[in-house]
Every structure is written in structure tokens, then in C-alpha cells.
């Protein structure tokens, strides 16, 4: 089956005759590596908003996300492969994310989980709202929906699974030589409105200007 | 049971005629007291009046007048019709009222929360700092006029987006390019971002006495709790003074899921607020609904169409069920037994979902009321599954979660007689829902002050007397069995009909004036004030939110218990973050 060419270990265009399946794979070093981590993808356990009662929801019997190894939600950054933003972020809330975002150890992923993760949602106009985690963080999979449904969470997460099965060890930017810690955010300081430290100087910038006009 | 007292007319005029006048203003009601003499009033009221729980305490902006209005809303424990009276102060800084703190603790976070965001200061407040937002953030949102960074205009529909349709990304319009604000020729490299002193001073300085003379002198250690942490309940944070396992002072900190909730309603149209009413607390969106349709139904003064009436009451009593499942689920998830309980709950919960899917199109979110009645009628398959659901499942799962967890010995052993909260205390610190009647007082809107059809139903008010966590774990189990008992009784008498009493309409005529209505949410008394001016959007939207009032007893609860208990404690609130911060 062509949308499910990933999923086993074997590579499929070896015929390994049918009595040593069991014992047998002919498969490639990245295959090995990623059909290993597609299959226990540890989210930390992170819910900012409603989303997170839909992401429970998913764990629960009747979803349950523990067919896709992703049952095993970490309260530590530190185990954690993948960030789950269910949820609103909000500007107080918002150096939190990214201090648990630098925490968390390659290889990493993001998943922007509902509206307001994605793009700020229906709270993007607000004062303390954030339009979209991905102002901050490399997002990897997007997931529609306010919330999204527990299937949808899934889909989001077979997503991510195919996503995983691309990536090539040799190539992956955890492995690069002399790269440390690439994916560092700096953290953003909350002063009278939140700053983007990364952007300070078109802020300033913007700001002289707005004195000018 | 208490019976509602019959409307009764407070003459505070003629007991204080220098300093109180009648609101006269058309559509309004209740009282202005001169703000030099508010104490002297409020402890009347208290005292005299017996008005003991202080509903709601919040802020309108009059720019137009030039004042500031602070707006309190009282009610009696035993029932009844409440008062409310407002204060004003010109609109120049520093906008100073004197605080009520000491005649009712509950006015606490409240009066934070009308300072940070109206920048009403209230002399006499011992703690008096910003609370949704941050210290050093430059303005107070809910004022008049104040613009937000991706402000557009001051209501909606925005014509850009409607009849014209021309609407752009709001980063384009903003210097930033971002959603941020700051003040002109703003220098980083000279900034100096406010740290987080006062928080820690507000603790209370216990740290350096050393305990009793037989025991080792030990310093007091701040712990920091959240606003990422496994069992806060969503981002609550939580600043803790200990002696070793004891808590010495505790300061809640909130505002990680502050959402603008009142200033995006202001925005909106009276309609458009609906939804967003359903993401406040995310569990009982259908509670949430109900809320918003009464306040706003007080304010149009129309009817409801009969059937929806029983709709109502069916959706919100089936949302109180599965609330109190979630709660017991996690309650025992934080105790330590990891998920299992909680899988139970949830099993039921996804059957109730299924109803919500099936009569409004969305699980959680259902946005299902409108004023008048509701969207849609219940199909008939709905229906059966909700008789089904009622008369079978769920009494007997019921029977089932109590039979394999209340005499439970671990779970016994942790809530008996831990975290014990009177009923005087309760009251003090504005405690409402199934955490008062925990502590002894039989006090359930749906009898104290009947809305909806609630006076037709026969039920008990569940109350349980210790006021220990343990009660408050068996009161869930009580109330999810009334609820069964209103359910079926209103599936037996819902009548046919209409659901709407008015047309299908974009745009509700609101006339001038204010309303407080209230409903019983599973978290406690769920209210709105809203003020109208007449034109299609609300010109002040308050949510008084049951789980952010109820965090006000937190502190005077944990004193000297065990950090451990404190977890357990935050379950039996059963607070919801989307309506603590809103």
C-alpha cells in the first residue's frame, strides 16, 4: 500500500519468503531509526487551554492514542520528544513555553494543536494574546479546528509520524557537526508589552518612527 | 430547603439619606453611595440587611461622564433577591475607592482584578497588584480608551470585513508588525523588566522565626509552583512559603490564560459573544450558554419559548454530570491513582458529549442558546439516547464509581478531615457551589433564586456539613443524583412546540440599561453584568467567574497543611482556567 509504505520495519520491494518474516527484515539504517521513534513519540504533558481537555480525551479508551505509542505523556521537558500546544498562548504565559521549548532535547518537535496555537484564533485580537506559536517556535504539524476533535488530534499525529519517516540520520540537524543547540529561542522579556529580543531592533526602530509620523 | 423570599424592597436611602441616592438612570437600579462613606454602608448592608456574600465586585469605564463606576452586586445566603450599589469617582488618576476587603474577604482578587485592568485603586487593600496581567505592563485594558495593538475600530462588525470585505492581516496595520504596543522611542538597552519582589513580598514574612524550641531551626523555603506543572488543573501558579512540608503563605498567580474574554466582548455584538462565552469554562460550555442568554433575556425583557426552557435545563443538568465525573476522575488522578478512575469517567462523559454533538454540531463548544431559546430542536434519536442515558447508564454508573471508591481506604485517609472550610469562612470569602454547600450551607440558585423552570422540579439542595475535602468529594456524587432526578422529571414534562420565542436574527435590540443574572454552574454561581447604551454591542461585559472567585479562600484554607494536600485541594475546587483568567 503506497500511504502506508513507511509504517513497517521491512523495505518493501524485498521479498523475504514468508516463514522467517517473523525473524527477517532487510531494511536500511534510517529506516531502523525512524521506526523506532515514530512509533513512541513522547509528548509532554502540557495543556494550556481547551484543546488540552481534547487532547485527555484522546488518551482516553474510546481514542486512545496509545496505539501510536504517544500514551506516555512526560510532566519533564527533559523526556519529552514533542510539544503539544493545546491551547491559547498568551503573552504571560508565553516565556514558560519557550523556556520548556529549550529545555526539551533534540530531536524535537512541535505540534500547533487548534485556532489559537495556529494563528491566535478567535482570541487573536486580544491584549494578551499571542497570534500563533509559531512567532516563536518551528512548528511541525498544524492541527485545525476549536477545538480540534480527538480524531483530528490523531490525524495531526500520523502527520507527524509520516513527517518522522523522512528524515535521514545523516542529515537530520541534531547530528551536525559543530551545531549546538540550533534550535535555541531566546527568551522574550515581558516589559510593557511583550518583546521579541530577536526583533529588538526593527522594534526600536518602529517605535522612534512612530514619534516622527 | 430554603425557600425564595419574596422580593423585598432595602430603603438604604432613607436609612443613610446624606450619602446614598437612588440610580435614577433609566434602565438602572440599586443605589450611589458616596465613595467617602462605602465602608460605613457595605458593613450596614452586611450587618443589618444581612446581605452576607458579596456576588461580584467590578468596574465601568463612563467616559462620556467622566467617571468611574465601581459596581457591587450583594445577595443573602438564605435566598432571595439581591442589591447592588455602585460608587463613583472622577475619571483622573489616581481613581481612589476604598476597599471592602475587610467587610468581605471575597472582594480580594476582585478588586486586584478592577485595578489591573480599569486602574480603579483601592486604598486599603493590603495586596493590591496586578493580577491578569503583569507587573509593568503600560495601561489598563478595559478603560474606554484604550486601543489594543490590532485594533481596528471600536465595534464590530468591522467594515472592512462586512459589507465590504476588504480585510487584510491586522500584523500589516500594526508598526510592530506584531500584536504589541510600546510607548515612543522605547530602548531596549535601557529597560529594566519589573521582576517578580512584590509577588515574594506579599508573602508573609514568617522566614526567618525559627519553629517551636524542641525542634530544629529551620529556614522557610519559596516554592514555585506551575505555571507548567502535572496537576495544577491548566497554567495556575502558584507561590509557596514552607516550613518544610507546611505551608506558611500561599499566593495564587494567574492571568497564563488571560484571554481578553471582556474586552473582546465589548468588541462584539451581543450575539457573537456566545461563543466565546463557550470557551470560559471549557467543561460546561452549555452552562456557560445558559448564563449569557438569562443576563441578556433580563436586559431585552422577552420570554423564553417553553420548550426551550426544558431543553435548557435538560443540557445544563447533563452538563453538571459529566463536570462532576471529570472532577471525581481527576480528583482521584492527583491522590495518586494515576488514570484509571478518570478512564471511567471519561467513558461517560464521551456519551454525554455525543448528545451535545448531536443537538448543537460541536462536542465541547456547543454555542447551542440564543436569546429567546436555542438554535435547534433536539432530534429525536438524541433524544432516546438522553432517556437512555438518564433512566439506565448513568444511575447505575454511578452506583458503580461510589461503590468501588468511597469507602476506599487510601482515598479516605487523604480527604477526611483535611482542608476543613466553615461555613462562616466560606461565606466571608464569597464561596460559592458545591464547595459552600459543602461546608453547611444549603445555598443553590436553582432554589435560593429559581431561573429558568427550576421552581417546576422536585429535588434536594445536596449539602453535606464537615466542609472537609472528603464531603466535598461525597457532595459531587449527591448533586450528579439530583441532577438525575431534574433530568428525569423534565424529560417527562418537556412539552412540544416552538424553540424560539423570537425570529432568527443577527442583530438583537438591546435597550439601555444593566443586568446581573446568574445561574448555577457546576463550579458555583456563574454571573454576567452587563451594561447597555442601546446600540447592538455591549457597552461593559463582566463575567464573574465561579472557579476565580473561589480561589480567593485558597490561601486562609492551606495554611498549615501539607504541600501534598495542596494538590488534592486545587482538584476539589475544581477550578477551570479558561474561567479563572477568562
Known amino acids: 500500500m503506497e500511504e502506508n509504505k513507511y509504517e513497517g520495519l521491512n523495505l518493501p520491494n524485498y521479498n523475504i519468503p514468508e516463514d522467517i518474516q517473523n525473524v527477517v527484515s532487510v531494511t536500511t539504517i534510517d529506516r531502523l531509526y525512524n521506526w523506532g521513534r515514530r512509533w513512541s513519540v513522547w509528548p509532554l504533558m502540557f495543556g494550556l487551554a481547551c484543546c488540552a481537555i481534547e487532547m485527555i480525551a484522546a488518551q482516553t479508551a474510546r481514542y486512545d492514542m496509545a496505539r501510536f505509542g504517544m500514551e506516555v505523556m512526560r510532566p519533564t521537558p527533559r523526556q519529552a520528544d514533542m510539544m503539544l500546544v493545546s491551547g491559547t498562548v498568551t503573552k504571560k504565559m508565553l516565556p514558560s513555553i519557550i523556556r520548556l521549548y529549550n529545555q526539551m532535547p533534540e530531536p524535537k518537535y512541535v505540534v500547533a494543536m487548534g485556532a489559537c496555537a495556529s494563528s491566535g484564533g478567535p482570541f487573536k485580537e486580544g491584549y494578551n494574546v499571542v497570534a500563533g506559536i509559531d512567532k516563536f517556535l ?11 476533535t480527538p480524531q483530528a488530534l490523531i490525524a495531526g499525529m500520523m502527520k507527524l509520524q509520516e513527517k518522522i519517516d523522512k528524515q535521514s540520520i545523516k542529515k537530520v540537524r ?8 540550533s534550535n535555541y529561542v531566546p527568551m522574550p522579556i515581558l516589559g510593557p508589552d511583550l518583546i521579541d529580543v530577536r526583533r529588538a531592533e526593527e522594534i526600536e526602530a518602529a517605535a522612534v518612527k512612530k514619534e516622527g509620523a | 430547603m430554603t425557600a425564595p423570599a419574596s422580593t423585598t424592597t432595602i430603603d438604604l436611602v432613607s436609612r443613610f439619606p446624606e450619602f446614598v441616592t437612588a440610580d435614577t438612570r433609566p434602565g438602572f437600579s440599586g443605589f450611589i453611595v458616596k465613595k467617602e462613606n462605602l465602608v460605613e454602608v457595605a458593613t450596614a448592608l452586611r450587618d443589618e440587611f444581612n446581605f452576607d456574600l458579596l456576588s461580584s465586585v467590578t468596574g465601568v469605564d463612563y467616559i462620556a461622564d ?10 443573602r445566603t438564605t435566598g432571595g433577591p439581591g442589591i447592588v450599589f455602585k460608587t463613583q469617582v472622577d475619571r483622573v488618576d489616581p481613581m481612589e475607592v476604598p476597599s471592602l476587603i475587610d467587610v468581605w474577604a471575597g472582594a480580594d482578587f476582585q478588586e486586584r482584578e478592577a485595578w489591573d485592568l480599569l486602574g480603579i485603586k483601592f486604598t486599603g487593600h493590603p495586596d493590591l497588584r496586578r493580577i491578569l496581567l503583569w507587573e509593568g505592563y503600560e495601561g489598563h485594558p478595559l478603560r ?14 468591522f467594515k472592512s470585513r462586512w459589507p465590504e470585505g476588504h480585510h487584510t492581516y491586522a500584523e500589516f496595520k500594526n508598526p510592530f508588525r506584531d500584536n504589541i504596543k510600546l ?18 513580598f506579599s508573602l508573609e514574612k514568617s522566614s526567618m522565626k525559627h519553629t517551636s524550641e524542641n525542634q530544629m531551626g529551620t529556614d522557610h523555603m519559596v516554592v514555585n509552583m506551575g505555571p507548567h506543572h502535572p496537576s495544577t488543573h491548566g497554567v495556575l501558579r502558584v507561590a509557596v512559603e514552607l516550613n518544610g512540608e507546611t505551608i506558611t503563605s500561599l499566593k495564587p498567580v494567574m492571568g497564563y490564560l488571560h484571554r481578553n474574554h471582556d474586552k473582546i466582548g465589548e468588541r462584539n455584538t451581543y450575539l457573537q ?3 466565546f462565552t463557550d470557551r470560559l469554562d471549557y467543561f460546561n460550555s452549555m452552562a456557560n450558554n445558559f448564563g449569557y442568554a438569562v443576563t441578556v433575556e433580563k436586559l431585552m425583557n422577552i420570554p423564553v419559548a417553553e420548550r426551550a426552557e426544558y431543553i435548557r435545563v435538560i443540557m445544563a443538568e447533563l452538563s453538571r454530570i459529566q463536570n462532576h465525573l471529570i472532577f471525581i476522575g481527576m480528583l482521584i ?13 471519561f467513558e461517560e462523559r464521551e456519551l454525554i458529549l455525543d448528545i451535545f454533538e448531536a443537538v448543537s454540531g460541536a462536542r465541547m463548544m456547543c454555542n447551542y442558546f440564543r436569546f429567546g431559546g436555542v438554535v435547534r430542536d433536539i432530534p429525536a434519536d438524541a433524544m432516546q439516547k438522553i432517556k ?19 469507602e476506599n481506604e487510601v482515598l479516605v485517609g487523604r480527604l477526611k478531615g483535611v482542608h476543613v472550610l466553615n461555613a462562616e469562612e466560606a461565606i466571608r470569602n464569597s464561596v460559592t457551589g458545591p464547595v459552600l454547600r459543602a461546608a453547611g450551607v444549603p445555598y443553590d440558585l436553582r432554589r435560593a433564586d429559581p431561573y429558568s423552570v427550576y421552581d417546576r422540579f422536585d429535588f434536594d439542595v445536596a449539602v453535606r456539613y464537615n466542609g472537609d475535602m472528603y464531603d466535598n468529594y461525597l457532595i459531587r456524587f449527591d448533586e450528579i443524583r439530583q441532577s438525575l432526578r431534574i433530568l428525569e422529571q423534565a424529560l417527562k414534562q418537556i412539552p412540544e412546540g416552538p424553540i424560539n420565542s423570537q425570529k432568527p436574527q443577527y442583530q438583537v435590540r438591546v435597550p439601555a440599561g444593566e443586568a446581573y443574572g446568574r445561574v448555577e454552574s457546576p463550579k458555583g454561581e456563574l454571573a454576567f453584568y452587563v451594561v447597555s447604551n442601546g446600540k447592538p454591542n455591549p457597552y461593559r461585559y463582566h463575567v464573574r467567574a465561579p472557579s476565580f472567585v473561589n480561589l480567593t479562600a485558597v490561601e486562609t484554607m492551606c495554611k498549615g497543611t501539607k504541600i501534598a494536600d495542596f494538590v488534592a485541594l486545587l482538584a476539589m475546587l475544581d477550578i477551570v482556567m479558561g474561567e479563572v483568567d477568562r
Open chain 2, 333 to 345: 488522578n492527583d491522590l495518586g491513582s494515576m488514570y484509571t478512575p478518570s478512564l471511567y469517567a
Open chain 2, 273 to 275: 459573544i456566545m461563543p
Open chain 2, 183 to 200: 510607548p515612543e522611542n522605547f530602548k531596549l538597552d535601557n529597560y529594566q523588566p519589573e521582576n517578580e519582589d512584590q509577588l515574594y
Open chain 2, 66 to 75: 467622566n467617571k468611574m463606576e465601581v459596581v457591587y452586586h450583594l445577595h
Open chain 2, 388 to 406: 437512555d442515558l438518564v433512566h439506565d447508564r448513568l444511575p447505575a454508573k454511578t452506583d458503580e464509581m461510589e461503590r468501588f471508591l468511597n
Open chain 2, 144 to 157: 474606554k480608551d484604550y486601543q489594543e495593538a490590532f485594533f481596528e475600530e471600536e465595534t464590530k462588525p
Open chain 1, 138 to 148: 518551528p512548528v511541525d504539524v498544524y492541527i485545525p479546528g476549536c477545538p480540534p
Open chain 1, 174 to 181: 541534531w547530528y551536525e557537526k559543530g551545531k549546538v543547540d
